[in-house]
């Protein structure tokens, strides 16, 4: 009986031990960003998933100022996730002073910016502690922001820990040059499309292709974007370079996380639309690229949008 239990225990104590180990892989998969160790904040180290590009932070941004943290408000707002869902979360207001309103914030002098604190009010220590780095704001702090419109409240958020580029950091001038690239080039897309700039091209179709094929919080419905803009962006992913080495940090095009055929993947082609991979995966660039040229003109990109409040009013 003594070793019956013994046994029982140690079984018990694999299963455990299994179901974690399920779970801490799954959160690998899910890309939850990184792990965080359980050391206390002053020395945790973690694991973190690489920085956005800054044309993937463009792309996904409703508003881009560069500004400075003037003040916080006196309590936190509970309201629902940026990310979607039933859930409430606290967030910390802080004020931020534009200087800079590099897009779509035009003629605001200031901005309110939700973020879930750390601890107390603009970072201070307070009871709230997270195992892991967030978009966090603290007093006098300047920087650029690239935020999103909290879905129901009238302030903005930031969602990623790297959506904030600090003012005076290494290379931030150059960082600034080219979000200030990317927003000009998203100011016409179809013009940009159609230019003579091969690098523009890409970089646009790039940056369209994330910004309608990520799914908006709040649902996952789609809708047909404008039948030339879809021609002209598959094209310009047909003309592309899909060599990796023109993709990466010695290629010319600098440290990309987003490639040609990453976007086309992102477009989600089924046998359906006439897409099937080929066996060989060093036959796929080709592939992709052929499927572009001919689909061009019939092919109609679907982007995300999010669901509205009265979509049962209008019995949709």
Request: proline share 7%.
């Amino acid at each position: 009986r003594v070793r019956s239990s013994a046994a029982s225990d140690v079984y018990k104590r694999q299963l455990q031990g299994n179901r974690l180990m399920k779970r801490w892989l799954w959160t690998g998969l899910a890309g939850l960003g990184f792990l965080a160790a359980t050391a206390p904040p002053a020395s945790a180290v973690a694991i973190m998933i690489a920085p956005a590009s800054i044309a993937q932070r463009v792309a996904l941004s409703d508003v881009i100022v560069v500004g400075k943290v003037t003040g916080f408000g006196d309590k936190l707002v509970s309201a629902g996730s940026p990310f979607g869902g039933d859930n409430k979360v606290d967030f910390q207001i802080a004020i931020v002073q534009v200087g800079d309103a590099v897009f779509g914030a035009k003629d605001a002098k200031e901005i309110k910016v939700g973020f879930q604190p750390a601890g107390g009010p603009g970072g201070r220590p307070g009871p709230i502690r997270r195992p892991f780095p967030r978009f966090a704001l603290t007093l006098d702090q300047e920087g650029c922001l690239f935020l999103a419109k909290h879905p129901t409240e009238d302030f903005y958020v930031g969602r990623n820990y790297y959506d904030i580029i600090a003012k005076g950091g290494p290379g931030f001038d150059k960082d600034i040059d080219e979000v200030m690239r990317c927003v000009k080039l998203l100011a016409d897309p179809m013009a940009a499309l159609t230019g003579k700039n091969a690098d523009d091209r890409t970089l646009t179709a790039e940056m369209l292709v994330t910004r309608y094929r990520t799914v908006q919080p709040g649902g996952s419905k789609t809708e047909a974007i404008d039948a030339e803009e879809s021609k002209q962006l598959l094209l310009a992913l047909a003309d592309a370079d899909w060599n990796p080495k023109a993709n990466g940090p010695a290629g010319p095009r600098g440290p990309q996380t987003m490639t040609p055929q990453a976007a086309f993947f992102m477009l989600g082609m089924t046998p359906a639309d006439g897409w099937t991979p080929p066996k060989d995966f060093k036959e796929l660039p080709d592939a992709a690229r052929q499927w572009l040229k001919d689909n061009a003109g019939t092919y109609r990109i679907r982007r995300f949008v999010a669901d509205q409040k009265d979509d049962k009013k209008d019995g949709k």
